[in-house]
């Protein structure tokens, strides 16, 4: 997803830390997910990333986003809001 709060990092491509991505299972599969995701990105700096779980769905949204924007992600997913 394109977070229109931020400035585009590539004109021409999307990237994750443009914004986030949204991805949604069918069981428990995204708890498991996000511990693939943590355990990856723990050494990876470039790669890292701000996720959460609701159900069964995943957000993973950019770390360029300040800490108040990144709750407001979070608020609106706990809260079912599009």
Known sequence: MLDTRL????????????????????????EARRTCIEAIVKNVAPLNEHVCVSGPILVRVSTRLTPD??????????????
């Open 69 to 82: 924007q990144v709750a407001g992600n979070w608020d609106a997913l706990a809260s079912g809001a599009p």
């Open 7 to 30: 400035e585009r990092s590539a004109a021409s491509s999307f990237k994750t830390r443009d914004g986030g991505s949204v991805e949604v299972f069918a069981n428990a599969d995204a």
